[in-house]
């Protein structure tokens, strides 16, 4: 895990096992792949000039500079210094923290989230950043349940959401998590790959 000021100090996790990212070749900031594509598509689709949106989770900042694209005012969260830092880099205003929890009331016209959605045993689990970034917990839906409890806070009156989930994590029980706090939903996007189907959840208000 890297050190708060976003260096790479520290090549083991805690228990001394070598980090996730060394041990699948990866970067230690997510990088964009279909998942980040089909939402940062969707965005572009959904935001206008002079929206107010939220890329929670921004990783490198590839969904938050789709926004802008399209001439939406995009910020970037995420709990990662590492990827803080980068999506800084990348030309994203970002903020460190969890989920929407550092921003006001009805801040937002869309929130954009393409979280860890893999499921992930307790004992498979790496401590460091780019496991936040992949595992989803036991069923995928590690931190989509309390960004479906807290999202509905900083959304503008006829704000809405988009949620990239997979097959994997079960979007309908997603859709029923989410009606239970007073969240309507559609399907907005799909695209399906060898081993899963990537969706675009859309949610407003009931």
């Not at 050190?3 to 990866?26: F, I, M």
């Not at 989230?113 to 401590?127: G, I, K, Q, R, V």
């Amino acid at each position: 895990m890297g050190d708060e000021d976003g260096s790479d100090a520290g090549d083991e996790t805690d228990d001394g096992r070598p980090a996730l990212a060394d041990q699948r070749g990866v970067e230690t900031v997510y990088q964009p792949a279909e998942d980040s594509d089909l939402l940062a598509r969707t965005v572009r689709e959904r935001a206008g000039p002079g929206e107010r949106v939220l890329d929670v989770g921004t990783g490198s900042g590839y969904v938050a500079v789709a926004a802008g694209e399209v001439g939406a005012d995009a910020v970037g969260v995420d709990l990662s210094p590492l990827a803080c830092r980068e999506a800084r880099d990348n030309g994203v205003a970002v903020v460190r923290g969890d989920l929407v929890d550092p921003f006001c009331d009805d801040a937002f016209d869309l929130v954009a989230f393409n979280p860890p959605y893999l499921p992930t045993p307790d004992d498979a689990e790496w401590d460091d950043w780019m496991e936040h970034a992949l595992s989803g917990g036991e069923d995928g839906r590690r931190l989509v349940d309390p960004f479906l409890d807290s999202v509905e806070r900083v959304l503008a009156p006829d704000g809405e959401v988009l949620l990239l989930v997979s097959s994997l994590t079960d979007p309908d029980a997603v859709r029923a998590y989410a009606r239970e706090r007073g969240l309507a939903s559609e399907r907005v996007a799909s695209e399906r790959h060898p081993y899963e189907e990537l969706v675009v959840l859309r949610f407003v208000r009931s």
